[in-house]
């Protein structure tokens, strides 16, 4: 897809409902048709209903009204953090050690499951390749039924091999050292 084609489609119905962070069906919904007719709009298949669209315009006009009333009050808020600025210390200081060390958890945790998940198909595959080479002829399976399953479980193994672990564990040594250089050199707002 090339650049034109992608910037005209953010500016559709699509573009807007994904703004407004509805699901095709509620979108369809709210400008009272059918799913299956928006998703024709978004395509450019069809046009909407005249209903339809006095609706969508409505929509649009409410979103740029509430753009235009954030986009008034950063303006108010950059003009009273900057006189304050001016005040020291009067910024919150934003905790960065605490985020890193919350992601570095979550991440252990992650590769706990990840340790668990590789055991448990390692386990799999050897019992899936015993029964591949114990095959018996009153055995029926569909064909290659057993190879499909084979290859999923090897796909999956490389995914949460020890490569990918070591990938996760070097994350989360990343994010102990950061959360460690933020106890020692903290990061001050800017004014």
Do not use: W
Not at 1 to 17: E, I, S, V
Not at 106 to 119: C, G, R, S, T, W
């Amino acid at each position: 897809m090339n650049a034109f084609t992608q910037y005209r489609r953010m500016q559709g119905l699509a573009a807007t409902r994904i703004r407004l962070g509805l699901s095709q069906e509620l979108f369809a919904m709210q400008l009272g048709i059918s799913r299956s007719l928006l998703s024709k709009a978004e395509n450019k298949t069809r046009t909407l209903p005249t209903e339809a669209l006095l609706k969508f315009s409505a929509l649009e006009m409410q979103l740029q009204k509430q753009a235009l009333e954030k986009q008034q009050q950063g303006k108010h808020r950059n003009a009273a953090a900057h006189s304050t600025a001016q005040q020291p210390d009067t910024a919150p200081a934003f905790d960065f050690k605490k985020d890193y060390t919350i992601e570095a958890s979550l991440k252990e945790v992650e590769l706990q499951k990840m340790i668990a998940v590789y055991n448990n198909s390692r386990l799999r595959l050897a019992h899936l390749e015993m029964i591949i080479s114990d095959a018996d002829a009153s055995v029926q399976f569909l064909p290659a039924f057993l190879e499909i399953q084979r290859f999923k479980l090897l796909r999956k193994l490389k995914t949460c091999g020890p490569a990918a672990q070591v990938a996760l564990r070097h994350k989360i040594t990343l994010l102990q050292a950061a959360a460690a250089l933020q106890v020692m050199h903290p990061v001050t707002p800017l004014a």
